[in-house]
């Protein structure tokens, strides 16, 4: 639910797949040995923690939701004081914020990051406060997984999702499709589009393309039709593959035989969320997490929403997924850090454990138009989830009905990690491999691909 | 002995020798007294200023170009970030595409503001409205003016100049979308930007054109076009050849508008070397492969001007 | 240079009172000289006109009008009707008081320090001149050649960490401010203005007894008030339109100016409110523009001028 923003948006898969649920469990939560300095921290001597993530004044839902749960935490705990910063993560200002020292003390970040900033010392250890919750006992352990090293936490999970296909349910009506059975095949998805594009004013089908955006989306069609891009252990790039190069065929053949996919192919994360939310686009591969966005921030009729499970081809690996954590300051002492451990359980998790607090919480949160009970992928157990779902029915705001498929699929799908090293670089090279089939016609696609192998080869060679 | 060689003698010794010069023992007393410190202390916002957020980083670019940081350490690499650098295809890609947007600024939005100017100078009531008009463009942000244009080049029939287009019997241009069309089209947006602060420029020096040149050359019997070849251009020279050099370094720098128009693309068509140090820097985050291309574009400007400088030497008139 | 400028004084009062380009009083007798200069200045009007101010009417028209008609169509007069709602909604949404509050921070603080070490330096520089002044004004017009985008990251870095002083000054206007102050240009324009200066008034002024500080404030600055109306206007429209390094320093949102929030603000909302946001940001500049055009113009040009 955080949002997510136009850089940020690269935040993909994380390093689970549904079998890490039957393998390591790397002790989810719990202490590792060494710890006990928990037990040392004075909590209920006065601090003051900064907190990043706060909605800024164009989002008034989202921004009264924040300040109604500052002022519950404030009162609930009277010694702690809370600075909110509207600070957000961003690839290109985070290394300068840390070596300045203006990060504050909690904040959210990508899955994508954590390993590297756990790596490069830039996040706190936390391990040891969040055993004495018996909230984040309920994390799921493969989620959880994410943001360990060497049995140590370092961050928490605060929300997941998977990539999805988004379509419009009222564009799919008038051009006499069915709502409520999407299309499951990439060939059904090649009929809707054209089926949209004759009948209705808006395009077919779009695909991003700016700002590492092409290069991720791709990637995720990539898997989709049943390659990665990189080799296991990121040594090796494996762009040049038939399922990628199936990619930019469908592509092409969406592009300049159906001619379904409009005539601006400049598409950022944001620009994309604009058109679908205006109903100009008929459907797009994004994160199925988008509701809010495009709900709530765009005005996007709630009942035109839907999101269907990413189709696949039939030797498809799976899809891409990925979600955000709240990462702690290293220069946090160790008050601060039990506080704002504490803000990130209050404010996200205590409605998972107390079902007074998640009545409360989603009665203010419908009541300021915020969503109650949107697509997502639950980063608790899935029984908690469930008792979550049924405290907070008569707040739900979202048709949940209008997604079912999506829905009941969600934790089946065989979820797939993003490219383990340099994703960053490997969408950029990409987006100029997507440019060029979405605007020339005479794209030789093997070339292109040769060409971005052998870019990004070079990259991984040089470590 | 003297003899009357000895008379004449003194004339040929040195003259009496002068006074000692005072001399001025420099201590800081001294130097205090004579208003030194005074002095200095005019100088030290200038020296602080300059100190810390101009030269001290341009050294300090020198030697981050010979680095790599990641802000926990830094390690000495040689000159392996300037091989890196040329060794990249996009280098190519941004160095083709800033010259051909420079040169095609040059050839179309150099002569404007020129000509503008000129016909401004002959509107006698007008000028005012007019003058003010041209410059609107310099004052609105970039920013602005830059989504502006965005939403104007969409690429459907609906859009702005397509719809304009549309009137003449001219099909939808895909401006942006358009590999080919990209650069011109922000080139296009550049010089309508800026072209306002040209006119302002050369209308100022088109009022200082002294009378009795245009009158002689009148009474010559030159007709108008003949005066403003022979007597108008030649004495904007200086000023002409000055906002020419002026230009081509300013558009070797683009980095806005293909930065929020395009994001470099279609397919990297609008990377400018700027472009590519920001990415190079803020995405990939390797500052020393960003200081080594920051530097050699900035020997490769300075070399430009040198050379600007030397081949019209003969012609500027200051 | 001393005689020249004066002379180019001369000359433009002159020309304000006999105004002489090159189509002359005679020419202008002929109907058909006056004909055509009539017709082209028109028509250069007209096009001034039209490629100029026609944006920004079309920015109000699609500021008043719905998303739907300005997409399908951008010519079409506000068939639904004017949508001040849109405007409405672009002051709730967006916070403008704090942006443009920002902007204005950042200009006067800019213009400040800008002004600060433009005068003092072109001062001491010009006037003072002791021995060093030679070194220091080579260093500052060497500068003037190296494009900014050599120290861009190297600044960067030195703000997040200020040598000696090891503070960050990310996310605080300082880290706007004083790199704006180190303007080669500003020195040297300062610097040259005073040059014309005749040395003789310093050289009076120091045998009465006036001390370097004195004759800064009571002689430079007063005649120095042109230049620094010129300067003023220069830093503050720069500060205004500056995008890339208040993008790359300014990050917490209630800090950004408006040219930096303006792209942040355009993924939020819809193009509507979009439109009107931008509508209402340019309206500023404008505005002050369209009631101060002379003096802008002047010293646009007169910083053209000098730069000869």
């Known amino acids: 639910m955080t949002p997510i923003r136009r850089r940020t948006a690269l935040a993909l898969a994380a390093t689970f797949t549904v079998g890490a649920l039957a393998a390591c469990s790397q002790g989810g939560g719990t202490p590792a040995d060494g710890g006990g300095e928990s037990a040392d921290v004075d909590t209920e001597a006065a601090v003051t923690i900064s907190v990043g993530n706060m909605p800024t004044t164009e989002n008034p839902e989202l921004r009264a939701d924040f300040e109604r749960k500052l002022e519950a935490f404030t009162e609930a705990y009277p010694n702690i004081t809370v600075e909110p910063e509207e600070t957000e993560w961003a690839a290109d200002t985070w290394n300068a914020l840390i070596a300045g020292g203006t990060m504050p003390n909690v904040i959210s970040a990508p899955f994508t990051e954590i390993q590297s900033m756990i790596a490069r010392q830039q996040v706190a250890d936390v391990t040891d406060y969040l055993g004495e919750s018996e909230v984040f006992s309920s994390l799921n352990p493969s989620v959880l997984a994410v943001a360990q090293a060497d049995d140590r936490t370092y961050a928490v999970p605060t929300s997941a999702w998977t990539m999805g296909l988004l379509y419009n349910r009222d564009l799919f009506e008038q051009a006499g499709l069915d709502p409520d059975a999407p299309p499951q095949t990439w060939d059904e998805v090649r009929t809707a589009a054209q089926a949209i594009q004759e009948k209705t004013d808006a395009q077919g089908f779009l695909t991003m393309t700016l700002d590492n955006t092409g290069g991720w989306v791709l990637t995720t069609m990539s898997y989709a039709f049943g390659s990665t891009l990189q080799n296991e252990d990121g040594t090796e790039a494996t762009i040049v593959n038939d399922a990628t190069a199936g990619v930019l065929d469908y592509y092409q053949q969406l592009r300049w035989e159906d001619i379904t996919m409009g005539s601006n192919f400049l598409v950022n994360y944001d620009d994309a969320v604009q058109l679908f939310a205006s109903g100009q686009v008929g459907m797009f591969v994004q994160g199925a997490d988008n509701y809010t966005n495009m709900v709530v921030k765009n005005g996007m009729d709630p009942q035109h929403f839907g999101v269907a499970p990413l189709p696949q081809q039939p030797n498809g690996l799976g899809t891409l997924s990925g979600g955000n954590l709240a990462v702690f300051s290293p220069t946090s002492t160790p008050e601060q850090l039990a506080a704002a451990v504490k803000w990130v359980e209050f404010r996200d998790f205590r409605k998972y454990t107390d079902e007074d607090i998640a009545v409360a919480e989603a009665e203010a949160a419908a009541a300021d138009g915020v969503a109650v009970g949107e697509p997502a992928l639950p980063v608790v157990d899935r029984s908690v989830y469930d008792q979550w779902l049924s405290w907070v029915e008569p707040y739900i705001n979202v048709p949940r009905e209008n997604f079912d498929l999506y829905l009941s699929t969600v934790e089946d799908v065989t979820l797939v990690p993003e490219p383990p090293v340099k994703a960053q670089e490997l969408y950029n090279t990409l987006d100029s491999v997507v440019q060029a089939v979405l605007t020339r016609e005479d794209a030789d696609t093997d070339e292109l691909l040769q060409t971005a192998q052998d870019t990004f080869q070079s990259a991984l060679d040089l470590g | 002995m003297t003899t009357a060689t000895d008379v004449t003698a003194p004339a040929a010794v040195e003259p009496v020798v002068a006074p000692p010069p005072r001399r001025r023992r420099r201590t800081p007393v001294t130097w205090v007294r004579h208003g030194g410190l005074t002095t200095l202390l005019f100088f030290v916002p200038l020296l602080l200023s300059f100190g810390y957020f101009s030269w001290w980083p341009i050294l300090r670019s020198l030697v981050l170009s010979l680095q790599q940081t990641n802000f926990l350490t830094s390690t000495w690499v040689g000159l392996a970030n300037f091989q890196r650098v040329l060794a990249d295809p996009l280098l190519g890609t941004a160095v083709w595409n800033t010259t051909y947007f420079s040169l095609l600024a040059v050839v179309i939005g150099f002569p404007i503001p020129i000509l503008t100017a000129v016909f401004l100078a002959e509107m006698r009531r007008t000028r005012g409205l007019g003058s003010a008009l041209a410059y609107l463009p310099v004052i609105i942000p970039p920013v602005v003016a830059v989504l502006l244009w965005k939403a104007f080049y969409d690429p459907s029939e609906n859009g702005l100049f397509n719809t304009i287009l549309g009137w003449f019997g001219v099909g939808p241009i895909a401006w942006l979308n358009d590999p080919d069309l990209v650069i011109p089209s922000l080139v296009l947006y550049a010089t309508w930007a800026g072209f306002g602060t040209g006119v302002i420029i050369y209308l100022a020096t088109l009022m200082t054109i002294r009378t009795e040149l245009y009158e002689a050359a009148e009474i010559d019997g030159a007709r108008i076009l003949r005066r403003f070849w022979h007597v108008t251009l030649p004495q904007m020279r200086g000023i002409l050849l000055i906002m020419l050099l002026l230009q081509l370094i300013g558009t070797f720098q683009t980095f806005t508008e293909p930065y929020i128009m395009t994001g470099g693309g279609p397919e990297n068509r609008s990377l400018t070397i700027l472009l590519l140090i920001y990415r190079y820097a803020f995405v990939a985050g390797d500052y020393g492969r960003a200081t080594a291309l920051s530097l050699l574009l900035a020997v490769a400007l300075s070399l430009l001007s040198g050379l600007y400088m030397w081949a019209t030497r003969r012609w500027s008139t200051s | ?308």
């Open chain 3, 1 to 308: 240079m001393t005689a020249t400028s004066a002379s180019l004084r001369r000359r433009r009062r002159h020309e304000e009172v006999a105004e002489r380009s090159i189509i002359s009083t005679m020419d202008r007798r002929q109907p058909i000289v006056r004909a055509v200069v009539g017709i082209v200045g028109t028509a250069v009007l007209i096009a001034l006109a039209i490629a100029c101010a026609g944006p920004l009417l079309w920015l109000f028209k699609a500021a008043t009008s719905t998303s739907t008609e300005t997409l399908a169509q951008p010519f079409a007069f506000w068939p639904s009707g004017f949508h001040w709602a849109n405007i409405v909604q672009a002051f709730d949404e967006v916070d403008f008081a704090r942006y443009l509050g920002n902007t204005l921070l950042v200009c006067l603080g800019s213009w400040f320090f800008g002004l600060l070490v433009a005068t003092t330096g072109g001062y001491g520089i010009a006037v003072l001149r002791p021995a060093y002044a030679r070194i220091v004004s080579a260093a500052v017009l060497a500068t003037l050649f190296i494009p900014g985008v050599i120290s861009l990251v190297a600044l960067y870095l030195t703000v997040i960490d200020v040598p000696l002083l090891g503070v960050n000054l990310l996310n605080t206007f300082w880290a706007v401010w004083l790199p704006a102050s180190a303007s080669a240009f500003n020195v040297l324009l300062v610097s040259r203005f005073l040059m014309t200066i005749p040395r003789d008034l310093f050289d009076a002024a120091r045998i009465d007894g006036a001390g370097a500080v004195r004759v800064f404030a009571e002689i430079v600055l007063p005649m120095a008030r042109p230049i620094i109306g010129v300067l003023s206007l220069l830093t503050m429209v720069a500060a205004y339109k500056d995008f890339l390094w208040p993008l790359l320093v300014l990050n917490r949102p209630d800090l950004q100016p408006i040219s930096v929030a303006l792209p942040r603000i355009a993924d939020n909302t819809d193009l509507a409110v979009l439109m009107a946001a931008m509508f209402i940001s340019v309206l500023v500049p404008v505005l002050v523009f369209l009631v101060f055009q002379r003096q802008f113009i002047r010293a646009a040009g007169s910083a053209g001028a000098l730069k000869e």
